[in-house]
């Protein structure tokens, strides 16, 4: 039975949505406020990942209650090295994909951004090694997802 939970920009609560296949729950979500036209499972999948967390399709409850629990977590602290893979599954220069994660300044400094992401440099301030700030963890996942790539896991 899949499962939807939608979490609009408009609305604080999430909606749960649940129906016998896969195409009645896409004839619900059609039905939500702002959703986009919805043509199959990864379209549906795509629009509900772009929504504010824990919105998502999944194939079981327990698959939902999974993903509620891990957003409580926050956003996993991804190591440069998978960073630099994904950069390079998605076939992205350093500053174009510091940009689609929506990480600001003028080229030079997202390309740097980057770089010391993925190499782990030390923040000078910190003491830390920097790493992708909660937002773009989750731009970068739906990024992959968007693409079929899978190297972040979930």
Do not use: Y
Request: aromatic fraction near 4%; hydrophobic fraction near 40%.
């Amino acid at each position: 039975m899949p499962i939807a939970i939608v979490t609009s920009l408009l609305h604080a609560i999430p909606a749960i949505l649940a129906e016998d296949t896969g195409q009645g729950l896409i004839a619900r979500l059609q039905g939500v406020h702002k959703a986009p036209e919805l043509t199959d499972e990864h379209s549906a999948r795509i629009w509900l990942q772009s929504l504010p967390a824990p919105s998502g399709w999944f194939v079981s409850i327990e698959e939902a209650k999974a993903h509620v629990q891990r957003c409580h977590q926050g956003p996993p602290t991804i190591p440069g090295a998978t960073i630099r893979e994904a950069r390079e599954a998605l076939g992205m220069a350093r500053d174009a994909f510091a940009e689609a994660l929506g990480i600001g300044g003028n080229s030079n400094t997202r390309h740097k951004t980057i770089f010391d992401i993925e190499r782990e440099a030390i923040n000078k301030s910190s003491g830390k090694p920097r790493v992708l700030n909660p937002q773009a963890v989750q731009r970068l996942q739906a990024l992959m997802a968007e693409r079929g790539l899978d190297l972040l896991g979930d």
